[in-house]
DNA sequence: AGAAAGTGTGACCACTCAGTCATGATTTTG
DNA sequence: CAAAATCATGACTGAGTGGTCACACTTTCT
């Protein structure tokens, strides 16, 4: 794990220095996070940001060692609580002893994941825009993200396949069709695209996720 | 349209300089798709891409103005390709008379593209890496391209929706759905991830789509 | 209060990069 | 073959850019 560079930092909990350095940091991370969703990572000079914070360059480096770890300190939250929500997921589906308790699972996934879009909303815009470019410099972490994202999916899907819920495919194609998915749904309401309305996209999505991927009750066709 | 900047240029068709024009210009598109791919569209410099194709720096701006006209001109043929199907398919559909018909359409529509994914396998790769990111510079044209797909599709999705064939969802959720599924499954198999057989992952894809988008045969819960 | 520690600032430096251009080599033209 | 046109080259320039640092100022500690 990565050290806060503003560990052990002198003054009182409350304090007037406590309260500044909570302050710059909030701005660093919201003027740095506007930028990189409408230019991009890359073309995202410090400059740029201290500017857009209202603060001197050299302040920049008092709290961050650079662009990465201010992106990192943006991504933290949201990294662990969706990882959390999928390894809690996995977690109460191998409990699962049967169907409906493992639909439960993967609504209460659901759930968590919607939630964790509302409160972070522009973190995960950036995550998606960004997740599937090259792991390079700044962008690393979000792919190494992404990656462990799939890997958890697949490992969820893979339970249901054991159990028989799901149709017979590798369960890799199960898993990241519904990733692609809900990631280019979110990306559009996000961005404000015209996708109808917002609040009914969960419904279908779910309905034609069910439908698509479970085993048929009947055979239709 | 923009001039390509290796118009009306002397000597013969098959001569020596046309022939020599041709090497270069495939060179310093080999030498920059390699580079974008591994590094992402912004971190690569005109002489990373020189150095690589064996080539002067001089020289890469006798043949393009700069990175967005290279990226230009690798991605026209893909685009011209795509986009041509889309409209292909959006015709068919207009001119179908039955159900049969129009899975006809869509259908052939799932052929072309897999044509071109194969035939243009490294340039499709990079707009799956990189279409999502904020529209700047040199990315803007991958953007665009996104843009007009997911119009394209959600067009076509709508001609399903009016026909009755597919389940009452607004056709941006449907056609997003599609695309984002079939986007997320081809980059995992293009950047050669653990996905089972390639070859069955269209026909796995196929049965999901159908089965989660149109409306259901038989009234399964 | 006074000393010590921490903090914000922006000028500054070394380096990188896009794009230019004079030069000499190669090809075409007549 | 010789003149004219085109072409490849890489040194060079000017505009940034990441990161540093001396300095002045603020807060905390004793």
Redesign the pocket.
Known sequence: MILQKTQR????QG????T??KE?LRALGDAALRLFLERGLDPV???DITQEAG?????F???FD??AALLESLLRPVRDEVLGALATCARALGKARDAEAMFDAYRALGAVLAGAVLTHAGVVRLYLQENRGAPTGTRQQLATLSDEISRSAILVARKGHTHGLLRKVHPAVSALTVVGAVERLLLAVLRGEEVGNPLEIPQALTSIILEGLRVPATSAR
Chains 1, 2 share one sequence.
């Open positions: 930092r002198p003054g009182p304090g007037i220095r406590d500044n350095r710059r000079t410090i400059d603060v001197a360059k050299g302040s480096y008092r709290y650079d662009k």
